[in-house]
């Protein structure tokens, strides 16, 4: 076996392809039959002709032909406006086939043309078998660059459930004519995990007939990846998160807006946003929002909404606008509790003034307080930080650092028990056993640990996230403990 004789365990083998010690048994113990994109990356991996381990042909060298100004004009038409270059790439198209009729090389003339695309490029006839494909179509099914697309189908690709979704689609546009433009699916041939944006596009000759079918994907694994962690962060914070526009309606909220004031995320959206706010306020907040438009900032601007129950909330605001979207983007804090104490203070520092010296001094500490609350604000005001299934540390923000004391980088695979106070760890495994056993979000108050060895009650929210890991919001709640 060539394995043994280059001295290679299963194990170090699996690994180098990719896939489980299971399949490799199942190989060599001929109970699975591997696909051909397989064997040769086998025998690329072993280093041996591909004829050695198989009845396959060696693989053929496409021929060096410079063509990259071609090349980079079918580029440009295909990372360009789609929709308008349409009518570009299908005379573009009919163009490659024409040269097919006239040159007996054109299917390597082709070849040599598209490698160098830096997108999922391929070309079918109307049998749905391969004329050609880019380099980055190899590179994704792990092929050498030089290797023959010719002749193969999707079945000698993809597992069969892939191969049969991409046949079908090829097929469809083969039949109908119509192109399947931008359409967001995974990317064939990665195990779904990679994810892409697909068109495919009816090759026509000189006369209007179909000739075959080019099918691209362009990789957005990347940006779909930051879109859900940013979504996983704005659906979990306990701030008010919104996009309005120039014309005073709300475009979008978060899950906290229906939290806070009782509405519903389609009756927000359909009336205007001074619908919402108390009647004393508006003039005050049409000010701010012409200011706004202005493209000036929004920093630290109080206003009060009116619970759908009818009671009042009160908000600190900060706002950007965009003025080439005309939209703005504002995040909020409820400050309402912290506003009925501060009117509950004032009310008893006139009954009390000059009474009572440890009332003044309270009052001066929350004043400094307040002023401190405001500048953690700007620096945003919740601690977020992911851990693992065992409970370690993943990711941590700079105000989760903060509230624990320690720099952010060293926060990083250590567990989270270690910043809870002894005698509250069994809250926290009770939740996080029944978070892990239900999939659903749990909150609880329990104290936790400065690296300095104080205390402070924090209240954390806990939701699963992927991988079975969860993400955990902190809270430091000891000042409305205090105070209560």
Known sequence: MVRKRKKITAEELAKMMGISRVTVGAWENAGRIPSEAKIRMLAKVLEIPVNEISDLDPEKTISEIKLAPLASSISSVLTGDRAKNLNRQTYLISGIMGIIKELSDAKLLIGAMVSSLPSIFYIKGTDLKYITASEEFLKNLSLNKNYDVIGKTDYDFFPQNEAKINNAMDKEVIASGQSIIDKEC??????????GIMSKIPILDSEGRIEGVVGYFVDITERMKAEEKYDRIVNMSPNLICVSGMDGYLKFVNPAWEKLLGYTGEELLSK????????????????ERASLTRGNLTLNFENRYIHKNGSIRHFLWTAAPIPDEKLIYSIAIDITERMQAEEALRVHQVELEMQNEELRRAHVELEALRGRYFDLYELAPVGFCTLSEKGLIREANVKT??????????LVKQPF?????????DIYYHKRKTLLATGKPQAWEMRMLHSDGSTFRAYLQAAPAQNKEFMITLNDISGIKKDE
Request: net charge positive.
């Open 417 to 425: 028990t270690r910043f809870i106070l002894s005698e509250d760890q």
């Open 401 to 410: 650092a903060a509230m624990l004391g320690v720099n952010r980088g060293a």
């Open 186 to 195: 995974y990317i064939p041939g990665n195990r779904k995990t990679r994810w």
């Open 272 to 287: 205007p946003v001074a619908s919402f706010i108390h009647p004393d306020d508006i003039v005050r907040n049409n000010a």
